[in-house]
């Protein structure tokens, strides 16, 4: 039986109950000024007739007959009326249905967009309205990680081959020279499948959380890339006292080493700077690393955490990565319940911020 058949019931039911519980009123208060046997009442003034009043055997059979078409008209009332009452009431679950089908069958672009009153109704249509809005973007950006992972290791392969059918078709080839270029090549493959398993890692949430201190992490990745430093004129400013966090150390610390070198490698070509501040606040703590650079469109900032995504003329730089330094760090500030922002400088470069849940003590 439908939502909507139960409701019509139920309206019909409690509108019989009622009505019925009122006859009884009706008829109990009826009883106690009718006598048992009819009887005639004489006129004392011998100028009227006399009066008959009726038992209450003579006023069942005149009450109960209407009393029963009463009854059946109401129900009767009450099952259409509830009919058309739960449809109206139910309506928005049609909508709602629909929308659940064609997402069913792919099309995530479909929205519900339920007017009227913000009842439950319109709150559930809200939400499947945001759920599917999400779900899109999430779709669709996985298509986008697809296309790109298939794509990118196909670079570093394809190079291979062309320096090995080289070396086969030169004998005079300089073999060090050649053995140099394989070797390069053969690091940004390794580099690329460590970053794709990194963001696998990420992604399943699949760690264990510990206490950590986001301000050791930060000297670690600082003591790390300091020599990258040195080697692109690149001044690191450090900032911040303890900031107790909770997660997984080694994400936490590549998060914190993904932003220092992204930092770092789109910088000035000379005389740079990168600031690193780590603050702890109530039940909050927050990385927030910045650069100076080039500036940069705003259309072309809120795609750098997507994936293979890489700002301009960053990919021919020596340093230029595998184009997911931006994507790793969004899903580990993400596995870890937390909300990363990336803003465009006034003057130029990037201000990264990573915000998250702090220690409870």
């Known amino acids: 039986m439908s939502v909507r058949a139960k409701l019509a019931l139920s309206y019909a039911a409690f509108l019989m109950v009622t009505s019925v519980l009122l006859l009884a009123v009706l008829w109990v208060f009826l ?17 009227g007739p006399t009066t008959f009043a009726p038992s209450r055997s003579d006023l069942w059979e005149a009450f109960a007959p209407r009393a029963a078409w009463a009854l059946g008209f109401l129900l009767i009332l009450g099952l259409v009326g509830g009919w058309i009452l739960a449809g109206r009431m139910l309506a928005p679950l049609t909508q709602i249905r629909a929308a659940t089908t ?13 007017e ?16 599917l809005e999400r779900l899109e973007a999430h779709v669709a950006e996985q ?21 090995l059918e080289v070396a086969r078709n030169d004998p005079e080839l300089d073999v060090n020279h050649l053995i140099d270029r394989l070797h390069t090549v053969n690091l940004r493959a390794i580099d690329l499948t460590q970053a794709l398993l990194m963001l696998s890692r990420a992604d399943q949430k699949s760690f264990t959380s510990e206490p950590v201190d986001l301000s050791l992490l930060v000297d670690e990745a600082a003591e790390t890339l300091l ?14 006292g303890e900031t107790p966090a909770v997660g997984s150390r080694a994400l936490l610390l590549q ?5 220092l070198h992204n930092a770092i490698s789109h910088n000035l070509p000379d005389d740079g700077t990168v600031w690193v501040s780590t603050e702890a606040g109530y ?27 890489r700002g301009t003329e960053r990919v021919r730089s020596d340093q230029a990565g595998v184009g997911l330094g931006l994507t790793i760090v969004r899903s580990i500030v993400q596995a870890h319940g937390g909300t990363l922002t990336i803003e465009g400088r006034p003057d130029g470069g990037l201000r990264v911020s990573a915000e998250g849940a702090a220690q409870s003590h």
Not at 31 to 47: A, C, G, H, M, V
Not at 227 to 240: F, M, N, Q, Y
């Open 116 to 131: 009227g009153p913000r009842d439950e109704f319109r709150e559930l249509a809200d939400s499947f309205d945001a759920m």
């Open 227 to 240: 020599p990258l430093a040195e080697k692109r004129r690149v001044r690191l400013l450090a900032d911040g």
């Open 102 to 114: 064609m997402a069913m069958d792919g099309t995530l672009s479909h929205r519900v967009r339920l």
């Open 255 to 259: 998060m914190t080493t993904n932003l």
């Open 31 to 47: 009883l106690r000024y009718t006598p048992k046997e009819s009887i005639l009442i004489p006129d004392l003034t011998n100028f």
């Open 283 to 309: 039940g909050s703590v927050e990385l927030v690393v910045e650069n100076t650079g080039e500036k940069l469109p705003p259309e072309l900032v809120l795609t750098l955490a997507e994936p293979f995504q």
């Open 143 to 163: 298509r986008r990680f697809a296309a790109n992972a298939s794509h990118e290791p196909r670079t570093p392969l394809a190079i291979s081959q062309t320096l």
